[in-house]
């Protein structure tokens, strides 16, 4: 079956860039049949969706990440990658991939349900 | 955005008691409501799609409800492993956004 494993470093000093990477196995990327996510989780401010991509490269952010957020895919790889820059101590975060199906566009919104989802990781900004 | 609140914020249950737990939106989502479950430690699971349809491996004792702003997530029996924090989820509009969270513990 799918299964997603986030990977990137654990803590990222202010104000650098948060990097991390979303490796898919057991599935295609490129089979066109899914979007592909970010999600982070505050332990105060809860869940929070980042931004969506689909294997053509297109992509969707959460417009309070402030252009900030950029999701990249590398279908050779069958990953797909985070970019978060200028970040501050309210990153901090888990931070996990998800697969997103059962979806459709809807006056330009993607409705879908995250149903695949990694393992999580873990990121601390901090100097 | 659209708000999602969930009532209520935490709830102790028996193994084999009925659960409710309930969502609401600040505005009308049709039935864009998902539901995940979240054991200590874990990544969110995916419960209940389209307000409504059990997702594929999900045990038939949870059922979801609801349309307009109104939702619920019912267990019908908990068993052990239900003993974990639910969220909703509404994507009817761009961003998605998430609930707060219902905590079911152990009575």
């Not at chain 2, 491996?57 to 619920?72: E, K, N």
Request: glycine residues 8%; contains cysteine.
């Amino acid at each position: 079956q799918v299964q997603l494993q986030e990977s990137g470093p654990g803590l990222v000093k202010p104000p650098q860039t948060l990097s991390l990477t979303c490796t898919v196995s057991g599935g295609s990327i490129s089979s066109g049949g899914h979007y592909w996510s970010w999600v982070r989780q505050h332990p105060e401010t809860g869940l929070e969706w980042i931004g969506y991509m689909f294997h053509t490269g297109s992509t969707y952010y959460n417009p309070s990440l402030k252009s900030r957020a950029t999701i990249s895919v590398d279908t050779s790889k069958n990953q797909f990658s985070l970019n978060l820059s200028s970040v501050t101590a309210a990153d901090t975060a888990v931070y996990y991939c998800t697969r997103v199906s059962s979806w459709a566009i809807v006056r330009g919104v993607i409705k879908g349900a995250f149903d695949i989802w990694g393992q999580g990781t873990t990121v601390t900004v901090s100097s | 955005d659209i708000q999602m609140t969930q009532s209520p914020s935490s709830l102790s249950a028996s193994v084999g008691d009925r659960v409710t737990i309930t969502c609401r939106s600040s505005q009308s989502i049709s039935t864009s409501l998902n539901w995940y479950r979240q054991r200590p430690g874990k990544a969110p699971s995916l419960v209940i799609y389209s307000a409504s349809i059990l997702e594929s491996g999900v045990p038939s004792r949870f059922s979801g409800s609801g349309s307009g702003t109104d939702f619920s997530l019912t267990i019908s029996s908990v068993q052990p492993e239900d003993f974990a924090t639910y969220f909703c989820q509404q994507t009817d509009s761009t961003p998605p956004t998430f609930g707060p969270g219902t905590k079911v513990d152990i009575k």
